[in-house]
């Protein structure tokens, strides 16, 4: 009889540890799959939330304006301005102009109406694009914000 509870005892007390080492190894990975999730749906509401509409583009010698407005319903930081790309495509040229770069291409931007530190819901940048040369032809032009979210119109010289 003492053995079967010496024995039932330390069976219980195995089968204890086994459980809470189980539990503490894999704890961590559902947390960390967790804060996975969560980093996804963020991102991914920062997208939906986030839309842009190109107004209106104007070329000029070897510069192109085009006059963007945040549609969305979020507020865009202008620090992440500078990871938005500007790509201009036409059937024999091909531009990706860097932000603010001391030679050309380069694009930088101007607020039309607003101000402070974030690109508000109904305001508009201008975008004042600086190229190499622009012969006369068909041109489209896409601007991706930091996230992802893009919008593209044609123009023409």
């Known amino acids: 009889m003492a053995k079967e509870v010496i024995t039932s005892a330390i069976l219980v ?17 559902v947390y960390g799959l967790s804060e996975s999730y969560n980093s996804v749906a963020h991102n991914m509401e920062d997208q939906f939330k986030t839309d842009l509409d190109i107004i209106f583009i104007y070329p ?5 304006s085009v006059w963007i407005k945040n549609v969305g319903s979020s507020n865009i930081p202008l620090s992440k301005l500078q990871y938005c790309d500007v790509f201009i495509l036409s059937s024999s040229n091909y531009w990706n102009p860097g932000f603010e770069s001391n030679s050309t291409p380069s694009w930088e931007y101007t607020f039309e109406n607003g101000g402070g530190d974030t690109w508000d819901r109904g305001e508009t940048i201008k975008a004042a694009i600086s190229l190499d040369s622009l012969p006369s032809d068909i041109y489209q032009i896409t ?10 119109d044609t123009f023409s010289k």
């Not at 007390?13 to 990975?29: C, E, G, K, R």
């Not at 000029?60 to 192109?64: F, L, P, T, Y």
Request: hydrophobic share 55%; glycine share 4%.
């Open 13 to 29: 007390m195995v089968s204890v540890i086994a459980a809470v080492t189980f539990v503490n190894a894999i704890l961590p990975s």
């Open 60 to 64: 000029e010698d070897n510069n192109v």
């Open 143 to 152: 601007f991706f914000l930091y996230n992802g979210v893009s919008t593209s």
